[in-house]
């Protein structure tokens, strides 16, 4: 096994020499925490262990001891971390995770999923060592169901290691997977637990590529799917792991640092558990994933003498756009392989009312604005559970039956945001991106945001429809509403998208390849040549033809395509060309993006959230939620019920369609 660590053994060690540097930097008033951090992050688990000893001769203490009487909070529990071996760190970790109040889940599963089978058994012992308990019987005393199957089944450290691959065994395997799930109502957790549990890392990798050609989906998103709660995360962790353990630290690590608040605690036992082994992979895993370095994200989440402690551990900056290391520019490559094969099932939130009855419906509307005050709860019930077909039957009827217009009525007896997402709901999907097209470029200011989301994210058909529904309401064109209201190669860009004309159908590969090498050529030509080849390609060809380009421009440049627009374009055109390139890989994943910074930090874009909760509801409204829960830890539903209130909260979180 090749370690690329970031902490390797330190030339010349001599552990009496740094014993007594210890020592010196804890004696009298105060400590010396400079020379404590820069010795203990500068030298290997095994000469700190030597130094451990080295201390105990030299001077009758025990430095782990002298250390947490020195240092306090964050940096005490780090130093005094780095200073236990690996698989007491790790016995240590999972003791904590299930010993204190409440089981600490996460931890179970990071620890479990990314283990070998040496590190397992160490681990094992490490714990009867230090706890005189058998950690088996503790993880089955603190879980439960498949989640505590599949743990123990980690435990026993018995997965194939050998590298043999047999492929009738593959093809055996993808099948099984399929039928336990996919296949059959119910799934047969039984299955995936002996598959994915047992089996090498180089076998589950192809048994992964052959499921995706039988199930038409990737492994992920049919345990996404099919399964729930910690066993799903535990069975996603496996497989993330099995994928690329680099890119699997590199996302907890993420989690554990974005938003309000830093997971300390992960963020040491990442940082210590891998600082030895392949630290450099997981700082590229990172930047490829979320163009930031590590340790810029470390720098600006943590202060003091813990944040140099960590920053030491990390081992440096990594310039943004640099070239891939060898593992990331396979991983990179994989990702977009994985997108081009996998065939997502769109799943809504929100199915046509079986017995609808839209003269019932309309009375039922009637009568709740009817006299004094109105019936919100009742609109809602109606609006938030019907198909957006069922409601224009419901907009005819009532005009029919009571010759009166049910949005001006709705419009008068509703207000605010609930009156904006009733409204929306009532609106056909072409009137309603219209309208939402009208909004973002009135008055004051325009929203680049909301035209990049809508253009970039609708079909040809929806394009059209949505231009027809313009010109019919506001008597003019989309295309020249954009062109007086942006300029440039940004305008350029919303005009190719607003015609409608991308093209459809699979990739053509030598095509694709060509486009791929055009693209590579263009990043070292002038800003605007590097725009328009750019936009020549990425607003024209078909999104099964651009996952295949941007997979063979990692092979052409030894870059990411995000990375490249985020290094060399800026503000509007850079918002743009990303969003495409997010749309292509995940389009869900890009909405839940969206709905998070919709609703993250002080105050609401309530414009955003009413725009996506609305027109993806019918589409693919359970995957974002999915891929939400997957990428911030908080479920879509717990996001809008800490962030809207009343019945404008109520209507979205039925429009949500439940807790994940």
Same mark, same amino acid.
């Given at each position: 096994?090749?370690?690329?660590?970031?902490?390797?053994?330190?030339?010349?060690?001599?552990?009496?020499?740094?014993?007594?540097?210890?020592?010196?930097?804890?004696?009298?008033?105060?400590?010396?925490?400079?020379?404590?951090?820069?010795?203990?992050?500068?030298?290997?688990?095994?000469?700190?262990?030597?130094?451990? $000893?080295?201390?105990?001769?030299?001077?009758?203490?025990?430095?782990?001891?002298?250390?947490?009487?020195?240092?306090?909070?964050?940096?005490?529990?780090?130093?005094?971390?780095?200073?236990?071996?690996?698989?007491?760190?790790?016995?240590?970790? /999972?003791?904590?995770?299930?010993?204190?109040?409440?089981?600490?889940?996460?931890?179970?599963?990071?620890?479990?999923?990314?283990?070998?089978?040496?590190?397992?058994?160490?681990?094992?012992?490490?714990?009867?060592?230090?706890?005189?308990?058998?950690?088996?019987?503790?993880?089955?005393?603190?879980?439960?169901?498949?989640?505590?199957?599949?743990?123990?089944?980690?435990?026993?450290?018995?997965?194939?290691?050998?590298?043999?691959?047999?492929?009738?065994?593959?093809?055996?395997?993808?099948?099984?997977?399929?039928?336990?799930?996919?296949?059959?109502?119910?799934?047969?957790?039984?299955?995936?637990?002996?598959?994915?549990?047992?089996?090498?890392?180089?076998?589950?990798?192809?048994?992964?590529?052959?499921?995706?050609?039988?199930?038409?989906?990737?492994?992920?998103?049919?345990?996404?799917?099919?399964?729930?709660?910690?066993?799903?995360?535990?069975?996603?962790?496996?497989?993330?792991?099995?994928?690329?353990?680099?890119?699997?630290?590199a996302r907890r690590l993420y989690?554990?640092?974005?938003?309000?608040?830093?997971?300390?605690?992960?963020?040491?036992?990442?940082?210590?558990?891998?600082?030895?082994?392949?630290?450099?992979?997981?700082?590229?895993?990172?930047?490829?994933?979320?163009?930031?370095?590590?340790?810029?994200?470390?720098?600006?989440?943590?202060?003091?003498?813990?944040?140099?402690?960590?920053?030491?551990?990390?081992?440096?900056?990594?310039?943004?756009? =640099?070239?891939?290391?060898?593992?990331?520019?396979?991983?990179?490559?994989?990702?977009?392989?994985?997108?081009?094969?996998?065939?997502?099932?769109?799943?809504?939130?929100?199915?046509?009312?079986?017995?609808?009855?839209?003269?019932?419906?309309?009375?039922?509307?009637?009568?709740a604005m009817k006299g004094f005050?109105?019936?919100?709860?009742?609109?809602?019930?109606?609006?938030?559970?019907?198909?957006?077909?069922?409601?224009?039957?419901?907009?005819?009827?009532?005009?029919?039956?009571?010759?009166?217009?049910?949005?001006?009525?709705?419009?008068?007896?509703?207000?605010?945001?609930?009156?904006?997402?009733? /409204?929306?709901?009532?609106?056909?999907?072409?009137?309603?991106?219209?309208?939402?097209?009208?909004?973002?470029?009135?008055?004051?200011?325009?929203? $680049?945001?909301?035209?990049?989301?809508?253009?970039?994210?609708?079909?040809? $058909?929806?394009?059209?429809?949505?231009?027809?529904?313009?010109?019919? =309401?506001?008597?003019?064109?989309?295309?020249?509403?954009?062109?007086s209201d942006t300029s440039g190669?940004?305008?350029?860009?919303?005009?190719?998208?607003?015609?409608?004309?991308?093209?459809?159908?699979?990739?053509?590969?030598?095509?694709?390849?060509?486009?791929?090498?055009?693209?590579?050529?263009?990043?070292?030509?002038?800003?605007?040549?590097?725009?328009?080849?750019?936009?020549?390609?990425?607003?024209?060809?078909?999104?099964?033809?651009?996952?295949?380009?941007?997979?063979?421009?990692?092979?052409?440049?030894?870059?990411?395509?995000?990375?490249?627009?985020?290094?060399?374009?800026?503000?509007?055109?850079?918002?743009?060309?990303?969003?495409?390139?997010?749309?292509?890989?995940?389009?869900?994943?890009?909405?839940?993006?969206?709905?998070?910074?919709?609703?993250?930090?002080?105050?609401?874009?309530?414009?955003?959230?009413?725009?996506?909760?609305?027109?993806?509801?019918?589409?693919?409204?359970?995957?974002?939620?999915?891929?939400?829960?997957?990428?911030?830890?908080?479920?879509?539903?717990?996001?809008?019920? =800490?962030?809207?209130?009343?019945?404008?909260?109520?209507?979205?979180?039925?429009?949500?369609?439940?807790?994940?």
């Amino acid at each position: 096994m090749v370690f690329r660590g970031t902490i390797t053994d330190a030339p010349d060690f001599d552990p009496a020499a740094d014993a007594e540097t210890l020592y010196n930097a804890m004696k009298g008033f105060g400590s010396d925490k400079d020379a404590i951090l820069d010795l203990v992050t500068s030298r290997s688990n095994a000469q700190r262990q030597e130094v451990i $000893e080295a201390y105990k001769c030299s001077f009758g203490k025990d430095l782990i001891e002298d250390l947490k009487y020195e240092l306090t909070g964050k940096f005490e529990r780090l130093i005094v971390s780095l200073m236990r071996t690996p698989a007491h760190h790790d016995a240590k970790e /999972i003791h904590d995770a299930i010993k204190g109040a409440g089981t600490n889940e996460r931890c179970l599963i990071e620890v479990m999923a990314s283990r070998n089978n040496n590190q397992i058994h160490g681990m094992v012992e490490a714990y009867k060592d230090a706890y005189g308990g058998d950690i088996e019987e503790d993880v089955i005393g603190d879980t439960s169901g498949h989640f505590k199957k599949m743990l123990i089944v980690l435990l026993q450290g018995t997965r194939d290691e050998s590298g043999v691959v047999n492929a009738d065994l593959v093809e055996q395997d993808a099948q099984d997977l399929y039928a336990a799930g996919e296949e059959q109502w119910g799934t047969e957790e039984a299955k995936f637990i002996m598959i994915l549990g047992n089996r090498s890392v180089t076998h589950l990798r192809m048994v992964f590529d052959a499921y995706e050609k039988i199930a038409e989906c990737s492994i992920e998103d049919s345990l996404k799917s099919e399964l729930s709660g910690d066993f799903e995360r535990l069975m996603l962790a496996v497989v993330q792991c099995v994928r690329s353990v680099p890119m699997f630290f590199a996302r907890r690590l993420y989690k554990s640092m974005k938003g309000l608040g830093t997971a300390d605690n992960t963020l040491i036992r990442i940082m210590i558990s891998r600082s030895e082994t392949d630290m450099l992979d997981i700082r590229e895993c990172f930047r490829l994933r979320y163009e930031k370095s590590l340790y810029n994200m470390i720098k600006d989440d943590t202060s003091g003498d813990y944040k140099r402690t960590l920053l030491n551990l990390c081992g440096g900056d990594d310039d943004l756009a =640099g070239e891939f290391f060898p593992e990331a520019a396979q991983i990179a490559y994989k990702m977009w392989e994985i997108s081009s094969m996998t065939k997502v099932q769109l799943r809504p939130t929100l199915r046509p009312a079986s017995n609808f009855d839209p003269a019932a419906d309309a009375q039922a509307l009637r009568k709740a604005m009817k006299g004094f005050g109105t019936d919100e709860d009742a609109i809602i019930d109606i609006v938030a559970k019907r198909s957006n077909a069922q409601r224009q039957e419901i907009r005819q009827t009532f005009k029919s039956l009571l010759g009166r217009d049910l949005m001006k009525d709705l419009k008068s007896e509703l207000s605010k945001n609930l009156e904006r997402l009733v /409204i929306g709901l009532m609106l056909t999907p072409a009137e309603f991106d219209a309208k939402m097209m009208k909004k973002a470029m009135e008055g004051a200011g325009t929203d $680049e945001h909301a035209l990049i989301e809508i253009l970039v994210t609708r079909s040809n $058909e929806e394009i059209q429809a949505m231009n027809a529904a313009y010109q019919d =309401g506001y008597k003019t064109s989309l295309e020249e509403a954009i062109q007086s209201d942006t300029s440039g190669h940004f305008c350029r860009i919303l005009v190719s998208l607003v015609q409608g004309a991308r093209e459809e159908g699979p990739a053509d590969i030598e095509r694709a390849n060509a486009d791929a090498q055009d693209l590579a050529d263009a990043c070292n030509a002038e800003s605007d040549d590097m725009e328009m080849k750019f936009m020549s390609i990425l607003c024209t060809r078909s999104f099964p033809h651009l996952r295949r380009v941007f997979q063979e421009f990692v092979k052409c440049s030894n870059k990411d395509i995000e990375q490249i627009i985020k290094k060399e374009m800026s503000g509007d055109i850079k918002n743009a060309f990303y969003a495409i390139v997010c749309s292509v890989k995940n389009q869900p994943s890009y909405f839940a993006d969206r709905l998070y910074k919709a609703m993250k930090g002080l105050g609401t874009d309530d414009r955003a959230l009413i725009r996506i909760m609305v027109s993806r509801s019918e589409i693919d409204l359970f995957n974002i939620r999915k891929e939400f829960k997957d990428t911030h830890d908080v479920s879509l539903h717990e996001f809008i019920q =800490g962030d809207t209130s009343g019945d404008y909260r109520k209507t979205l979180l039925t429009l949500c369609g439940g807790e994940d």
